[in-house]
């Protein structure tokens, strides 16, 4: 099952989110002010679609304890309260269902909600990851010397990174009960224009304009914050490419080691033939005289099945992979809610003869179009056989198509998988389709899959560990190190 990630969604919405009413008079304020409105009509759709259109809605959840949830929601939202009171609310539900494609997703927001996400200064001027809960500086922003690399921030306004990180993983999307995911996500790494991070951060703290953060020696720095248009100026070219440049890239070192880093797999509106590079990078590997190969999957969230050519060049023979059936929750959506829903292929709305009922799964439908009804999926064995031992390096990032790339190399032997446990997560995923649920009183878009993949045989509520588990320092991110790729790097030479 093809699977789409946020960045995606972004560019093939781009149309409807231009094209859609103006909210309602809720959204004409930008300020802290109480929202008086009642939106309660908004959870009356928001549930209306989740139980009739949502496929992995009870997943991890029962019907009564999302009924508990969405009841809950109504009345906070009913009560006056802040636009980002509000927000909040929304998040911890969407972020219950344990779906890593279910949330309101800035990318297909409209500008006047997007702007009331990002306060004028709340955000904070470095970026960074969290390592034993606690922030670590990768990038100095501000350019001022007090948040070199390496920085260890242990508080935000004298509130512990450990309690905002604690707060923040509920508001986070993903499948199951990853935790890792969940911590990807709240770190602020330069590879979005809008990072989670950002919209949380003032949700769970109510910063604004200047922050004090406490450093692990004691220190107490008082620094500004930025705005989004702050954050974005300063991000690397490779968080915006254009349509048909190449994304990727390969170089081979002295070692005779080729890397191949590949930060998204999301190029459905792109122009580039990355298909017939891809085959003829592999097939030139395969004659060259590489050492190995190193697949840079960090930061990587999946999106077209592009994996599939770098499989098929390690291959000896064919190689059969058993696929998760493919259900929906409808045949054809209800009239009642199409005013509120938008996607890139209305037919989403209207699987017909394709929707299959079925005793195997009561109240679904099995989807059978463009291979979704065989029994497995066969990567063919073609071009020029790369021989040569072969690293792929994961993170926490790493889900829906290349969570299922990770889990066929490791399961199948191809590569040695090298860092962190991936997202995503083996009982299944929905994606492959997807609507974006408008709600009109407060013009919030939610994102939602439509299609669920369920295994035929019972798997544990998780993820996929590496072969060679490699975790960062703050020490290796002061000195400019990268553990993941020397220890891969390492593993190809003792081969």
């Not at 009924?67 to 539900?93: C, E, H, I, K």
């Not at 938008?342 to 179009?369: C, H, K, N, Y």
């Not at 969570?403 to 399961?411: H, I, N």
Request: charged share 20%.
């Amino acid at each position: 099952m093809t699977l789409l990630h946020r960045r995606q969604l972004c560019q093939l919405s781009a149309a409807f989110v231009a094209s859609a009413a103006i909210p309602g008079s809720a959204l004409a304020r930008t300020d802290d002010n109480l929202v008086s409105d009642d939106w309660s009509d908004d959870v009356a759709i928001l549930r209306s679609a989740w139980q009739t259109l949502h496929p992995g809605l009870y997943r991890y959840s029962t019907p009564d304890q999302i009924t508990a949830r969405l009841d809950d929601l109504a009345l906070a939202w009913t009560a006056p309260a802040t636009f980002r009171q509000r927000f909040l609310a929304l998040s911890r539900v969407t972020a219950s269902v344990q779906c890593g494609h279910t949330y309101p997703n800035p990318y297909n927001a409209r500008a006047v909600v997007r702007d009331r996400l990002y306060p004028d200064r709340a955000l904070v001027p470095f970026r960074f990851r969290w390592i034993d809960s606690a922030m670590v500086v990768t990038h100095d922003d501000e350019g001022q010397g007090r948040f070199a690399p390496g920085t260890i921030i242990t508080a935000i306004d004298g509130v512990p990174t450990s309690e905002l990180l604690a707060r923040l993983i509920p508001l986070a999307r993903a499948d199951g009960t990853s935790i890792g995911k969940r911590i990807s996500l709240m770190e602020v790494r330069g590879e979005d224009r809008y990072e989670t991070f950002d919209i949380h951060l003032p949700l769970v703290l109510p910063v604004r304009d200047s922050a004090r953060f406490t450093l692990a020696d004691g220190t107490v720095v008082a620094a500004p914050l930025f705005t989004l248009t702050q954050r974005q100026a300063g991000l690397p070219a490779s968080a915006s490419t254009a349509p048909d440049a190449n994304p990727w890239t390969l170089a081979t070192g002295d070692d005779g080691i080729a890397r191949l880093t590949m930060p998204t797999w999301g190029l459905y509106n792109s122009t580039f033939d990355w298909k017939a590079w891809l085959a003829g990078v592999m097939d030139a590997l395969a004659s060259s005289q590489s050492r190995g190969l190193i697949v840079d999957l960090r930061g990587n969230e999946g999106g077209a099945d592009c994996g599939d050519i770098i499989l098929s060049r390690l291959l000896v023979r064919d190689l059969a992979l058993p696929r998760d059936p493919s259900w929906v929750r409808y045949r054809k959506a209800p009239e009642a809610l199409l005013p509120h829903l938008d996607t890139w292929d209305r037919s989403f709305f209207d699987w017909g003869d394709q929707a299959v009922a079925s005793d195997e799964r009561p109240g679904f439908f099995r989807l059978v179009r463009d291979g979704d009804g065989a029994s497995d999926t066969v990567i063919r064995a073609e071009g020029q056989r790369f021989a040569g031992p072969v690293a792929v390096i994961c993170d926490a990032s790493t889900s829906s198509a290349t969570f299922a790339f990770c889990r066929t190399v490791k399961d199948n032997g191809l590569a040695t998988l090298i860092g962190q446990t991936t997202g995503g997560n083996r009982r299944g995923i929905n994606g492959g389709a997807f609507a974006f649920l408008r709600l009109p009183t407060s013009g919030i878009e939610v994102d939602l899959p439509l299609i669920a993949g369920f295994p035929l045989t019972p798997q544990p509520d998780a993820a996929i560990l590496p072969d060679l588990a490699v975790s960062t320092t703050a020490r290796d991110i002061a000195r400019g190190l990268d553990p993941q790729m020397a220890a891969a790097t390492a593993h190809i030479l003792s081969r």
